[in-house]
């Protein structure tokens, strides 16, 4: 088989490879970026805009308290924050200090959170205000010592950040009544105290490297406990560099990619978001944070604002958009790149997504485990793949067997990765790990796919999520993809269900927008589009379908209460 046979597939200007040896860190690359942009804005919230000046000052006094609490080197600092200034300054903070950011989902129950917080050996944790009362059930349990409390509007500017958080508290009530224990010589500090004390402070320099770990980023937990896969800083430079590499050219006719607004409605806590992040930063760059990307009324007044260029977003996310009355009503005269990721996109939605605003819906794939970058189409495409397109620059992919071997073109097998953005492994999980990566040393995916000539690799399904109907391997993607062109379906999902005769059987929910579909409607669809053992044997409509915090569809959900 050719080597790589993607790179004739490559676009104009897209290099093959990457350097992510020209830093030393990913911290050298986040201070060269604040100096070299300073007087830029970075972010927008609330329509309080915050600068790289003000960024690499906040994250250096932040850094260099922390720094003060005695913490040893590469301490895990756990951050559970949604999409508001605070988060970007903490993440610089942990990472110039140099130490391992944990990032945490802010609405993980209890138990979850201490799972993540014993299992990644965390010491500190910063923490909006909103979701301290979950933390103070777990906290005597951890080895928490420093906790860092912010309000949503710490950051939002001396009059209206104080009004913000006072009706945030007790307005709108969203800040349950906690008492963090200061048992055990613990501290609990608000954070514009924690900054207003590390401005007097120095940062001391820390001797990282790119081996150094930046982030433990904790995967959804789909087979169980969740595992925190480690990301180098090497790991991190090269998902930057592959993105920088891949993106750059769509972003053409702006003209300078410093002037990109990137919209930020993915929680940045999760490693699809918190890529294009720091991506934005290494062009200098401004992001238009979204705190609450479920208020889909207020998340279209803010498009309406101003122009802006890239929207990242889970189908799921592009959907609900779509159903909005007023999205129509957006200026999409400037946006270059519609970037579908996290699960797999429909050609239902991606067909409308393109009428509407005149923008490809371009599909990648990626994983926690590879900074989110693997395979994307290119930017230069004109209609919906299908595919998860292209691996990106330096990264190499296999279709393998179960035993490892790589397949032929044109074979279904476990998708497997390597390259420099991979991670070396998961925290402290050695037997996961040698499950994880095949003898020369490619990470499983646990995804299926086939790549054809041209290096396009489609995916077929997760392993786990095959239907088994009479012998015949169904997937439910396939599935989901038909009949999201249906009229009337606005979404759907597909899972397996025990059957006395076939082994299992297709069980189908749909959420419509078409008071008038009814099932029958749904299954003569499926049979003009589907051979006789993929044909539903039941359908079910519902309101809405269970989702992760991302936007996923969690079939894992509609199987157990089925």
Avoid at 169 to 174: E, G, N
Avoid at 405 to 434: D, F, M
Wanted: hydrophobic residues 40%.
């Amino acid at each position: 088989m050719e080597q790589k046979p993607w790179l004739r597939s490559y676009p104009e200007g897209v290099p093959h490879e990457i350097r992510p040896e020209q830093y030393t860190s990913l911290t050298q690359l986040l201070e060269e970026s604040f100096r070299k942009h300073a007087a830029r804005p970075f972010s927008v919230c609330m329509e309080r805009w915050m600068t790289y000046r003000q960024l690499d000052e906040l994250s250096k006094a932040l850094g260099a308290w922390l720094q003060s609490r005695g913490l040893e080197p590469g301490a895990r600092v756990a951050l559970m924050l949604p999409n508001i200034p605070q988060f970007a300054v903490a993440m610089a903070a942990v990472l110039r200090a140099g130490y391992t950011c944990v990032n945490v989902n802010p609405l993980y129950t209890a138990r979850e959170l201490e799972h993540q917080l014993k299992d990644s050996g965390a010491t500190a944790i910063v923490i909006l205000e909103n979701f301290c009362h979950t933390l103070e059930e777990v906290l005597a349990r951890t080895e928490v010592r420093h906790v860092v409390v912010t309000g949503m509007g710490d950051l939002l500017g001396g009059v209206y950040g104080p009004w913000i958080t006072f009706a945030v508290r007790h307005l709108a009530k969203m800040v349950p009544a906690y008492k963090l224990s200061l048992a055990e010589g613990r501290t609990v500090t608000p954070f514009n105290q924690a900054v207003g004390e590390g401005a007097r402070l120095n940062l001391r320099p820390t001797a990282q490297t790119l081996d150094s770990v930046a982030f433990l980023q904790y995967t959804g937990g789909t087979t169980g406990l969740s595992k925190g896969a480690v990301l180098t800083h090497r790991n991190v430079v090269a998902a930057i560099l592959q993105a920088e590499a891949w993106f750059t050219p769509a972003l053409g006719r702006i003209g300078d990619v410093s002037r990109t607004n990137g919209i930020a409605a993915l929680p940045l806590y999760h490693i699809f978001a918190l890529t294009l992040c720091l991506l934005a930063i290494r062009w200098g760059a401004h992001m238009t944070l979204i705190p609450n990307p479920r208020d889909i009324g207020k998340f279209v007044e803010v498009l309406k604002k101003r122009p802006f260029h890239m929207l990242p977003a889970v189908n799921t996310l592009f959907n609900a958009l779509l159903q909005h009355p007023q999205f129509r009503s957006v200026d999409f005269s400037q946006l270059c790149v519609s970037q579908a990721g996290g699960m797999a996109a429909s050609e239902g939605t991606a067909r409308v997504w393109r009428q509407v605003t005149g923008s490809v819906m371009v599909e990648g794939w990626g994983m926690s485990e590879t900074c989110a970058i693997g395979t994307n189409n290119p930017l230069t495409t004109s209609e919906f793949s299908g595919t998860i397109g292209l691996p990106l620059p330096g990264i190499d992919i296999a279709i393998k067997d179960d035993e490892g071997r790589s397949l032929p073109l044109g074979q279904n097998g476990e998708i497997c990765i390597k390259g420099p953005n991979v991670t070396p492994g998961y925290y402290r999980q050695p037997e996961e790990n040698a499950k994880a990566f095949t003898p020369d040393g490619y990470l499983r995916t646990g995804d299926v796919g086939v790549m054809d000539e041209r290096g396009y690799t489609r995916i077929v399904d997760r392993k786990k999520d095959m239907i088994l109907v009479s012998g015949f391997n169904v997937y439910p993607n396939e599935l989901e993809n038909v009949i999201s062109l249906c009229p009337g379906v606005v979404e759907c999902a597909a899972i397996g269900v025990p059957d006395e005769k076939q082994g299992e059987a297709i069980k189908v929910f749909v959420v419509k927008n078409d008071p008038a579909l009814t099932e029958d409607g749904v299954a003569a669809h499926c049979r003009e589009n589907l051979t006789g053992y993929k044909m539903p044997k039941y359908i079910e409509f519902r309101d809405e379908l269970p989702k992760s915090n991302v936007g996923k569809i969690l079939r894992r959900e509609l199987r157990a209460a089925r």
